[in-house]
Structures are given as C-alpha cells and as structure tokens.
C-alpha cells in the first residue's frame, strides 16, 4: 500500500532556506503534492509536481522530485514567520471507480525563529 | 476562504455518545472527502463521496458512517464514542473524482472531543 513518509519537525531562522524533505512509496504516483496547514486552520494546496518533472520553481518555491528514491523536497527560500505552518507531502492513487484518492505524510511541522 | 464549511467547529461530547458533522463542499464541486487528524496517526482518509455515491473507504471505522446528500453536503456520523476518537475531522471538496490534480479544497475542520 501506499505510505508516506517525512519528518515531524524542523526549525529554521528567518531568512534562511527551509528544505521539508519526504519518501513516498507507490512508484506509479503521476503526481506529488505539497499542502500547507496554518494554525486553525485547513490544509490548503501549496503546489505540485508531475512525475516526469525532476524540479519546479514557483516563486520562493522549488520543489525537488528523485523518482528513482522516491524522494520528494519542498525548498523554501528566505523563510519568512509568516511561512511557520505544518507542511504536508502527498502522494495520489488510483482507489478505483474513476476515483483518485490522497495518502499524505504525517507533516513537518516548520517553525521559524525571528 | 476555500469555499467548504464545516459545522461545528468544536464538539465536546461523553465516551459512548452519538455525533454528526456536517459539510457543505465548494460551490460546484461533486466530490466530497472526510479525513481524521490526529497527533499519532496523522491525516487519514475515511471515505469519499461523488454526487451522493459512496466512492471510495479508506480507514473508516465501522462505527462511522457518511453519506452524500442531493444538495452535495454531507454528513459524518460517528457512534458510540471512544476517547480515541477524539480528533480534528477534516471535510474536503473536489470537483471531481480526485481527478489528476489532486486538487483539494478543505474545511476548517471540525474538533471533537470525548471525555
């Protein structure tokens, strides 16, 4: 079945970079995601990556996939506080009856010291 | 805003009670999620609903139940309550099946508690 994986915490000083690294399992996962959950609230999509790409850069964004260790990373340049949230990788498989379904990691949980 | 609401937003209730949760997904979107966060397991799927059809289950108790209303919002209805059922139940919304976007619109969620 499909797992992922990543690690609970990581600590950063603002304007550092921040890297959120996670492994995931199922090889035939056409894309991978990033959300983003800020205090109280809900998880909201952050970006994602099509299983073909090896990189994507969105702004302060670049996100890292090695598809042959199934290793995926969320790098975010000059951390900012505002950026201190619980980040999740995600992973997308087929569950049939044309439906597609999520299996997300457990979240870093990023904080940012000022 | 991402367009889902949940209600409540904070439920406390007594171990061997009964509990609904109710979701309203974004305007248009057929596909409605259920997920439970907790601090051991994480996020987990339960099940996922498409135009009032049952889609797919996930890790979903058998004392748990869901279902998908004409109007497109649900219902999680949780029985006999455990103190392990104690967590953040998340209601997302797609406009599909989950399609190859894995684009997921979330609620705010709704805490429960059982003591």
């Known amino acids: 079945g499909e797992d992922v994986e990543q690690s609970l915490f990581l600590s950063v000083r603002e304007g550092d970079s921040s890297v959120i690294n996670c492994t995931y399992t199922?090889?035939?996962?056409?894309?991978l995601y990033w959300y983003k959950q800020e205090p109280g609230a809900g998880l909201q999509l952050l970006t994602y990556i099509f299983s073909n790409m090896d990189m994507k850069q969105d702004q302060r964004l670049t996100v890292l996939l090695n598809k042959k260790d199934k290793h995926l990373s969320l790098r975010i340049a000059d951390t900012q506080t505002g950026d201190s949230a619980i980040y999740f990788c995600a992973e997308i498989a087929y569950s049939g009856a044309g439906s597609y379904q999520l299996t997300f990691g457990k979240g870093t949980k990023l904080s940012v010291i000022p | 805003d991402s367009g889902v609401t949940q209600t409540p937003k904070h439920l406390i209730t007594a171990t061997g009670q009964r509990v609904t949760l109710r979701c309203s997904p974004r305007s248009g979107d057929l596909s409605v999620y259920w997920y439970q966060q907790s601090l051991d397991q994480g996020l987990q799927f339960l099940i996922q609903y498409y135009n009032g059809e049952e889609r797919a289950k996930g890790n979903i108790l058998e004392r748990f139940s869901a279902q998908q209303f004409p109007d497109l919002h649900s219902e999680l209805n949780l029985s006999s309550l455990e103190l392990g059922d104690s967590a953040l139940y998340f209601c997302?919304?797609?406009?599909?099946?989950?399609?190859?976007?894995?684009?997921?619109?979330f609620g705010e969620g709704s805490r429960l508690t059982v003591l």
């Open positions: 199922d090889s035939s996962s056409t894309y």
């Open positions: 997302a919304s797609s406009a599909g099946t989950g399609g190859n976007t894995g684009e997921l619109f």
